[in-house]
């Protein structure tokens, strides 16, 4: 079962109209953090691109810049200095309500620990970001069993969370990310709370959503998940280095 | 003759003993039942006394002036009364009964006329005189209950908080997946309005049960039919009400906090 991908067309200025167009492009990105008296330079100038259908890790240690730079993406954080531009719009200065809905519809979270609703099942947490975008009622159910079927979790659709696995849960969790059909998919170490069996489905189910077209960043410690992407960012001291 | 006859038989009737009747209280103490006989009179071992039957025994009424006094009452024929306590055609106080609000303005005034020394009051201002001590018991009530409003407001208050602070890192993965601020907000509240009436349900119930078992306690000590307390409509809508709205304006507080805290800041990054 393949995911219907609504292709956009763009014009990218500077770009080669014959190459896909960047869904990500950052320029000389900085990120810096009051600390006391001190500033943190937590990302020092990155630039880079990320085109449409790629399968990126980031990778590097703790406190390399990862997360900074996987906030400034995913429109959580403003940069110090420079631009982050999705789907060519600069969201780098959205004030909040602006930003919240940007990533209603554009990026699609893939947290570490899952972060379903307790009290909702499976199904009804897939179908949380198509309520809050106007989904109707019956489009968004068909949606998230579509959604939980491509995840291989059709059968447990009413489940609550604490009634499924680690990585069902994840699944779910993964489902619900590309409820909104996001131009790209954010994941932070998907795969740190699950057993190395379960992360390797994980890993596998990323690979099949790249496959069927989903943009995905994924920032790691895991070296099987990162080796599984098209291309590392490997970043050091808040810029990026040669892999 | 015939009547001759019946005497020096010893055949002539005697008068029928009268009748009283008694109060269920002295029934079940002394262990009377209708038709037995008993002496009354109006001092304890006094000699005499006139011997009556038990024709009924009266339920007592739901006085709270009666409640503490630990009296029996009975009821007999007003002549056998007056002959029995020698005040002849003397009483101290009667009640009339009138058919209306005209009749009991035309009975004051005709009572209040007749004589000088004689007062008559209606039952409403005697009511009223006699609650003093009630009234200021249900001051006292409110207080207690005003106390317990406010008490409850600030628990709900902290569960509530408490609640939100255990969601944190859920509301902030909520927000980083694009859930605006007023659906968080809506979300909180309608929980804490759920929550609110939940515990309204559970305390109606409690409190239900509690005064049933109150009821079915005071009445057996004190002997008496009155309901010692009491959960009316009125009470169960101000119960709801206020928990209604202090639920929702717990549930306000308690989400705006946590909406105004950038979901990076709520991930504790």
Known sequence: ?243 | MIVLLFTALGLVQQPAPRTIAIDERLAADAGISIGDRVIVSTRPNAKGGDTVVVSGIVKRGADPSEIARSEYKIRMHLDQLQSLAGYGDRVDRFAVATRDKAATESALAAINAAAFGFEAHRSRDIAVGTSKTFQVVSRFHKAIGLITIVASAIFLLCVMLLKVEERRRDVAALRLMGISRTTVVKAVVAEAALLALVGSALGIGIGWAASQFINWYYQGVYRTPLHFSVITADIVTLAVTLSLVLGIGAGLLASLRLVRTPPLALFGR
């Not at chain 1, 990120?31 to 500033?39: N, S, T």
């Not at chain 1, 379903?116 to 199904?123: Q, W």
């Not at chain 1, 489009?139 to 609550?160: D, I, K, P």
């Open chain 1, 1 to 243: 079962m393949t995911l219907a991908r609504e292709k956009a067309v763009f014009s990218w200025a500077g770009y080669d109209d014959e190459a896909p167009p960047p869904v990500v492009e950052a320029r000389d990105l900085a990120r810096d953090y009051p600390f006391g008296a001190e500033r943190v330079h937590a990302l020092r100038g990155v630039t880079f691109a990320i085109t449409e259908g790629e399968y990126i890790a980031i990778a590097g240690p703790s406190g390399c810049g990862k997360s900074t730079l996987l906030n400034l993406i995913g429109v959580i954080d403003h940069p110090t200095r420079g631009e982050v531009c999705i789907r060519g719009q600069n969201v780098g200065g959205m004030r909040d309500r602006e930003a919240t809905a940007f990533r209603l519809r554009n990026i699609g979270f893939v947290f570490q620990r899952f972060y379903l609703m307790p009290t909702l099942s499976a199904r009804e947490n897939v179908e949380l970001p198509m309520a809050e975008a106007g989904i109707a009622r019956v489009e968004r159910a068909a949606r998230a069993r579509e959604l939980l079927s491509y995840v291989g979790l059709e059968a447990r659709e009413r489940h609550r969370p604490a009634q499924l696995s680690g990585g069902e849960q994840q699944r779910v969790a993964i489902a619900r990310a590309l409820a909104n059909r996001p131009a790209i998919l954010l994941a932070d170490e998907p795969t740190g709370e699950l057993d190395a069996k379960t992360g390797a489905e994980i890993i596998g189910l990323f690979g099949r959503l790249n496959a069927d077209g989903t943009t995905v960043i994924v920032v790691t410690h895991d070296e099987d998940l990162a080796s599984s992407a098209h291309r590392k960012i490997h970043m050091r001291d808040g810029v990026i280095v040669p892999g």
